[in-house]
């Protein structure tokens, strides 16, 4: 029979240890504060945060040799280089943590503590540490004790038009897609890193709202074909792609030729009465169209590039966003792929097998967000490095939604599916010459 009083003290960590994790503001922070004031000389220290600085100081200096044999010590008043301590404020609890605000020392700047925030992450035996700087001359820095993305929770329901919130970020916080905010997105990621399910989720946050779905599907149809019935429109090859995107452009052309007789800017400036329905375009294997077998190809892949660039390009003013996934998005698929990442202010990547997707989709961003992102583990699908709108980059991990999920959210509201027909039925009122569209293009 086990030790009664060992078994107690047992249940008496366990519950101890509970405590700490559930109720960690009042338990853990005042211990932990005390602790990061503590040993914040050292740290500083042991990063490289301190500085040499001159100070008068009394030292002990020697002197002349005496009859003895022994050296006189002597005092002197001079001036001698010291480490100067970034100082810091009372460390403040958070949800997964806590933060504390840092005043730089001059001649810093946040990224010297970007570069070492792994370090401070060591140091304090946390999970990760997060650096932003809210205001010129300091910094906050945010440490997660535990990774707060090994589980998440179910997709809630989108009240908002053209956003959904698919997951959470590493801070806590929702990871919402606002398409109001960012029109175009960028999505990379491998075979089974969750670009599919980060489409589900998407698909499932959409599909009750007032908007127009529209699918590019090159893997022949498999991935959105189940979601037809909530699809304005679908391609599944090359050729169907290219008629749908001379549609986009028509669409566009459409809308532009109203707003301009409306006197709008946008197609959000226009009375609720005639406003067209916004349009979400979703693109499954980006690469598909721009890979090309043999030359026969060259001038469809040009054609399919050119208005695909379009799109993003001045799409967003007419209610047209898009949303552009692959597992394989390298330089070497053509200076149009380069083109349209410009204007892919979103950036997601998962997990990938090769640096130059990784590079392609975050590397003009942050090279901090780069290294996070290859460095994400096979088992830990969902996982995703995100260029957010608020100009940050963070870990993020989307909701789990099954395509059982996907398919039933579009047959349960395939009745608010707006038809493609329709849609592009209205002919513009006066005839708008393309060269037109060539000199928005290079303004």
Same mark, same amino acid.
């Given at each position: 029979?086990?030790?009664?009083?060992?078994?107690?003290f047992?249940?008496?960590?366990a519950l101890a240890?509970?405590a700490?994790?559930?109720?960690w503001?009042?338990v853990?922070?005042p211990f932990?504060?005390?602790?990061?004031?503590a040993s914040?000389?050292?740290?500083?220290?042991g990063?490289?945060l301190?500085?040499?600085?001159a100070?008068?100081?009394?030292?002990?200096?020697?002197g002349?040799?005496v009859?003895?044999?022994?050296?006189?010590?002597?005092?002197r008043f001079r001036?001698?280089a010291?480490?100067?301590?970034p100082?810091?404020?009372l460390?403040?609890?958070t949800r997964?943590?806590w933060?504390?605000?840092?005043h730089?020392?001059?001649?810093?700047?946040?990224d010297?503590?970007?570069?070492v925030?792994?370090?401070?992450?060591?140091?304090w035996?946390?999970?990760?540490?997060r650096?932003?700087?809210?205001?010129?001359?300091?910094v906050?820095?945010?440490?997660?004790?535990?990774?707060?993305?090994?589980?998440?929770?179910?997709?809630?329901?989108?009240?908002?038009?053209?956003?959904v919130?698919?997951?959470?970020?590493e801070?806590?916080?929702?990871?919402v897609i606002?398409?109001r905010?960012?029109p175009?997105?960028l999505?990379?990621?491998?075979?089974?890193?969750?670009k599919s399910n980060?489409a589900?989720a998407?698909?499932?946050g959409l599909?009750p709202?007032?908007?127009a779905?529209?699918g590019?599907d090159?893997?022949?149809?498999?991935?959105f074909?189940?979601?037809?019935p909530?699809?304005?429109a679908?391609?599944?090859?090359?050729?169907?792609?290219?008629?749908l995107?001379?549609d986009?452009v028509t669409?566009?052309l459409n809308?532009?030729?109203l707003?301009r007789?409306?006197?709008?800017?946008?197609?959000w400036q226009?009375?609720?009465v005639?406003?067209p329905?916004?349009v979400?375009?979703?693109?499954d294997e980006?690469?598909?169209?721009?890979l090309?077998a043999?030359?026969s190809?060259?001038?469809?892949?040009?054609?399919?590039s050119?208005?695909l660039?379009?799109?993003?390009r001045?799409g967003?003013?007419?209610g047209?966003?898009?949303?552009?996934?692959?597992?394989?998005?390298?330089?070497?698929?053509?200076?149009g792929?380069t083109?349209l990442?410009?204007?892919c202010?979103?950036?997601?990547?998962?997990r990938?097998?090769?640096? #130059?997707t /990784?590079?392609?989709?975050?590397? !003009? =961003?942050? *090279?901090?967000?780069l290294?996070s992102?290859?460095?994400? &583990? @096979?088992?830990?699908?969902g996982?995703?490095?995100v260029?957010?709108?608020?100009?940050q980059?963070y870990?993020?991990r989307?909701f789990h939604?099954?395509?059982a999920?996907a #398919?039933? /959210?579009?047959?349960t509201?395939a !009745? =608010?599916? *707006?038809?493609?027909?329709e849609?592009?039925?209205?002919? &513009? @009122?006066?005839?708008?010459?393309?060269?037109d569209?060539d000199e928005?293009?290079?303004?």
């Amino acid at each position: 029979m086990p030790d009664l009083p060992h078994s107690l003290f047992v249940l008496a960590g366990a519950l101890a240890v509970l405590a700490t994790w559930r109720f960690w503001p009042v338990v853990g922070y005042p211990f932990t504060a005390l602790s990061v004031r503590a040993s914040w000389r050292k740290v500083s220290l042991g990063c490289g945060l301190t500085k040499k600085r001159a100070r008068w100081a009394f030292t002990l200096t020697p002197g002349a040799l005496v009859s003895t044999g022994t050296v006189k010590v002597r005092r002197r008043f001079r001036r001698v280089a010291v480490d100067t301590t970034p100082w810091i404020r009372l460390p403040l609890p958070t949800r997964h943590g806590w933060r504390v605000t840092v005043h730089l020392l001059e001649g810093q700047i946040p990224d010297d503590y970007a570069q070492v925030a792994e370090r401070l992450a060591h140091s304090w035996g946390v999970h990760a540490v997060r650096v932003s700087s809210p205001r010129p001359g300091r910094v906050v820095l945010a440490a997660i004790i535990r990774d707060p993305l090994m589980r998440v929770d179910r997709l809630p329901p989108s009240e908002e038009l053209l956003k959904v919130t698919v997951g959470r970020l590493e801070t806590g916080a929702p990871w919402v897609i606002d398409f109001r905010i960012v029109p175009h997105w960028l999505s990379a990621g491998a075979t089974q890193s969750g670009k599919s399910n980060l489409a589900n989720a998407l698909i499932v946050g959409l599909a009750p709202q007032p908007v127009a779905l529209v699918g590019f599907d090159l893997k022949g149809g498999v991935e959105f074909t189940p979601y037809a019935p909530r699809l304005s429109a679908l391609a599944t090859t090359r050729t169907e792609s290219v008629g749908l995107l001379d549609d986009l452009v028509t669409l566009m052309l459409n809308r532009m030729d109203l707003c301009r007789r409306t006197g709008a800017r946008n197609l959000w400036q226009l009375p609720s009465v005639v406003r067209p329905v916004p349009v979400v375009v979703l693109v499954d294997e980006l690469a598909e169209l721009y890979l090309m077998a043999d030359r026969s190809e060259k001038d469809e892949i040009a054609h399919t590039s050119t208005t695909l660039l379009r799109v993003a390009r001045l799409g967003r003013a007419f209610g047209i966003y898009l949303f552009c996934c692959g597992q394989r998005i390298g330089s070497d698929l053509g200076p149009g792929v380069t083109a349209l990442r410009a204007q892919c202010s979103g950036r997601i990547c998962h997990r990938v097998n090769d640096p #130059e997707t /990784a590079t392609m989709t975050l590397g !003009d =961003l942050d *090279p901090a967000a780069l290294v996070s992102a290859r460095a994400i &583990p @096979a088992e830990t699908p969902g996982v995703a490095i995100v260029a957010s709108q608020d100009g940050q980059w963070y870990r993020a991990r989307s909701f789990h939604v099954s395509e059982a999920t996907a #398919e039933h /959210a579009a047959w349960t509201y395939a !009745d =608010l599916t *707006p038809s493609w027909a329709e849609i592009t039925a209205d002919a &513009p @009122a006066t005839e708008f010459d393309p060269a037109d569209l060539d000199e928005l293009l290079t303004a």
